[in-house]
């Protein structure tokens, strides 16, 4: 017996949305077995970092707080992914957004007034967005590819992360800790429920995916963005720029990035630290992925990579499970999804011995369907010949 992928005819869509939850599926099961190899009691690990954070009420509010970030930031890239405009960069984006809107705060910490935080919120998506503008004028003019330089731009971002909490903006009363003065409550975001963490980001990440939903699919500009992508001849036949493309959805995705940073930085956070980066960038794009590039498939995947995170603190505390199987749980469950996402456009099929002795137009009608329409269709050049016998 053997496992043999066959072609399907056309890509199928049960598959199509459920190789995710099949992804989640493998991620748990090699879970167990990984954590066992290392020692660890498999199943309760599981437990704590996919059951537990669910089962806890009290745990809710924090599933919605780191939602929220992943939510915002997989969305701007799923505009672009849609487009083939491959913004890997967004860690980078959200950092320099941070940066941005803190830069704001440090130069206003001694003022009063409501005008404060939005523009920091202002600076913030002004600062994700010009850092994804590199990208974009690279790509576009010459023609340089956007994964290489928005990576390579993330790199640039974490070191001027750290040049400004060990330099220039340093907490002059902090004690020497390179970390940035506490914002003051004029530039922090305001809980939305009283008595939780739950910030203001929360409800505009939600709003955010309903508004994408509605450009994705109700307006001329989200039908470009999917032509661009599926049909690159057709979009250039029927009149839309792909250059123009490339920057209407590098720039989206960068101040999505450059909002989620600064909505961190004055929730969570309340300042700038240099372990303000925390892979929100890259996990966003597990969270795109898993959602299909859907705005509302997003949401669900958002929560589900929330509570990979929340469960990985509570393995940490309970069972002194090191903090990196958060990652590797993540980095898994992308693996698994690429993997499986194969059985979309292919059909597993098992192959008995029996079967594997016949002959092979036996196993396979189409081809010997196909062979018989070959060897009774006429060419051109018979039916030329047997005019002319006749």
């Known amino acids: 017996m053997r496992l043999r992928l066959e072609p399907r005819r056309e890509a199928s869509r049960a598959m199509l949305y459920g190789t995710p939850v099949l992804a989640v599926a493998l991620t748990v099961l090699a879970g167990i077995l990984i954590f066992s190899l290392m020692g660890y009691d498999g199943l309760a690990a599981i437990y704590q970092i996919f059951v537990a954070p669910i089962a806890d009420p009290y745990r809710w509010q924090d599933l919605f707080v780191k939602a929220a970030p992943l939510i915002t930031i997989a969305l701007g890239l799923a505009i672009g992914f ?185 929730g969570p956070f309340q300042q700038m630290t240099p372990q303000f980066s925390v892979n929100y960038g890259f996990t966003a794009i597990i969270v795109a992925f898993l959602g299909r590039l859907h705005p509302l498939g997003i949401v669900l995947a958002g929560m589900v990579l929330a509570v990979s995170y929340v469960g990985g603190e509570n393995a940490q505390t309970a069972l002194g499970l090191p903090y990196a199987a958060t990652g590797m749980f993540q980095a898994m469950m992308l693996f698994f999804l690429l993997a499986v996402d194969i059985l979309v456009r292919y059909r597993l099929r098992v192959v008995m011995p029996a079967d594997l002795s016949r002959p092979a137009e036996a196993r396979h009608p189409h081809i010997r369907q196909a062979d018989e329409g070959v060897r009774t269709s006429s060419t051109p050049l018979d039916k030329h010949r047997e005019s002319l016998s006749a």
Do not use: C
């Open 82 to 266: 849609r487009a083939n405009v491959w913004n890997i960069g967004a860690e980078g984006q959200y950092i320099v957004g941070a940066l941005a809107g803190t830069g704001v705060a440090l130069a206003t910490w001694d003022m009063e007034g409501y005008w404060i935080l939005p523009a920091m919120v202002a600076a913030g998506i002004l600062g994700g967005l010009l850092w994804a503008a590199i990208p974009a004028f690279l790509k576009t003019r010459f023609n340089v590819n956007e994964i290489l330089t928005s990576l390579m731009l993330t790199y640039v971002a974490v070191q001027l992360l750290y040049y400004l909490m060990r330099g220039p903006w340093r907490d002059p009363e902090g004690y020497g800790f390179p970390q940035t003065r506490l914002f003051s409550e004029w530039q922090t975001l305001p809980t939305v429920v009283q008595g939780t963490l739950v910030h203001l980001g929360v409800p505009v990440a939600f709003f955010l995916a309903i508004v994408v939903w509605v450009v994705l699919s109700r307006t001329v500009t989200g039908f470009q963005v999917r032509v661009v992508g599926l049909a690159p001849q057709a979009a250039r036949y029927g009149g839309f720029s792909a250059r123009g493309t490339v920057w209407l959805t590098l720039l989206t995705s960068g101040a999505f990035a450059g909002l989620a940073g600064i909505f961190e930085a004055a």
